[in-house]
């Protein structure tokens, strides 16, 4: 427990509203405590998840065990309200604390860059599979429900602004100037299109169209979709009638075709994941494995905007930084372009 606040240690050794049961629950909270540093959570994290538990009023003697359960759960899946807590606690705003907040998500999800140029995640794992799997700390990006949706939003949100700060797109004032630096890192241009992923999935799996999306999203946050320019997103069309959605906030961009039916490079990588013994989930970066309508896919695919509109800094941080000859994109993805 060396490094952690002393209140923190105070409340894993005397975790309030549990009576009879709190050594074992000092020793149960202190083992996933432990887990949580050696995965390279901060202190202050470490301290909103600690205040999280403890300050939860059901908090008893016969609740703990379900409630460190579903905490450790929560701590887990990517961009849940309690993640995001964690991941912003303490945060300051500037470039290098920015880029040092960063590299505790990507260290979370073993983040490396193959030598094809593809950003693999060695512990992002697959939620299928994650009760079956046991003493194996796996990331997941995963939405279940629309309450997790609007969450997750957040999450996204404060990425965004975290990337604007780190590439010098914010001034500390406003966010309307330019930045004086193109986004020129490998993994921060690839982890949009992971934070789009979970959004995909959750599409996918309730069968929603176009309709539907912009239908539940105004339901969701009382504000309508917005349809951008999407010609960067109609390689190989006929009719070029893809259609580019922004959720609001635009960072959350979606592509549909002529059908009204999702455009994602998520369709085709998962058509071609593996799912290890642990549980780590990885996906094929062999262009042979792809068909010309999967590889379409990935040409066109939806990702994450890190501006907050359209203008010179959705250029330098979005858009430029997508070129095939920017150095930032997977071979997998350039050579997909290249055929349409």
Same mark, same amino acid.
């Given at each position: 427990?060396?490094?952690?606040? &002393? ?31 050696? +995965? ?30 579903? &905490? ?12 995001? *807590? ?19 998500? =990507? &260290? ?18 697959? @939620? ?10 796996? =990331? ?38 330019? *930045? ?12 949009? =299109? ?12 309730? +069968? ?5 999306? #912009? ?22 069309? #006929? ?9 609001? /906030? ?15 490079? @998520? ?8 799912? +290890? ?31 907050? #509109? ?11 930084? #997508?070129?095939?000859?920017? /150095?930032?994109?997977? +071979?997998?993805?350039?050579?997909? &372009?290249?055929?349409?």
């Amino acid at each position: 427990m060396t490094g952690l606040f &002393k209140r923190t240690r105070e409340l894993i050794k005397s975790p309030i509203g549990v009576d009879k049961r709190q050594t074992i629950m000092s020793a149960a909270l202190s083992t996933q405590v432990t887990h949580l540093m050696n +995965d390279g959570w901060v202190p202050k994290s470490i301290a909103a998840y600690v205040d999280d538990i403890v300050n939860n009023e059901q908090l008893n003697d016969q609740t703990m065990n379900q409630i460190l359960s579903e &905490k450790w759960g929560e701590a887990h899946r990517i961009g849940s309200s309690l993640f995001t *807590t964690m991941f912003t606690a303490g945060f300051h705003r500037g470039g290098v604390p920015a880029a040092d907040r960063l590299e505790i998500l =990507y &260290k979370l999800l073993g983040m490396t860059v193959s030598p094809t140029n593809f950003v693999r995640m060695s512990r992002l794992g697959d @939620w299928y599979s994650k009760d079956k799997i046991k003493d194996v700390d796996m =990331y997941y990006l995963h939405l279940e429900t629309i309450d997790e949706v609007q969450d997750y939003f957040e999450f996204v949100k404060q990425i965004a602004f975290m990337v604007r700060l780190k590439h010098h797109a914010w001034n500390g004032i406003r966010s309307k100037y330019e *930045t004086s630096r193109q986004l020129s890192t490998i993994m921060d241009n690839q982890l949009r =299109y992971y934070l789009s992923k979970p959004i995909v999935d959750f599409i996918l799996r309730n +069968d929603w169209r176009q309709e539907d999306v #912009a239908e539940e999203t105004l339901q969701l946050t009382g504000t309508p979709v917005s349809y951008p320019n999407v010609a960067f997103h109609n390689r190989g069309v #006929a009719k070029q009638d893809n259609v580019k959605m922004a959720l609001p /906030g635009y960072h959350l961009e979606l592509i549909f075709n002529n059908q009204g039916h999702l455009v994602s490079m @998520w369709e085709a990588l998962e058509a071609h994941q593996t799912i +290890d013994e642990y549980g780590v989930l990885t996906f094929s970066e062999v262009p042979d494995d792809y068909s010309l309508a999967e590889l379409q896919m990935i040409a066109n695919t939806e990702s994450t905007n890190y501006a907050n #509109a359209g203008g010179p800094i959705h250029q330098s941080l979005d858009v430029k930084p #997508a070129n095939r000859y920017s /150095g930032l994109e997977s +071979d997998l993805r350039n050579y997909a &372009k290249k055929q349409f």
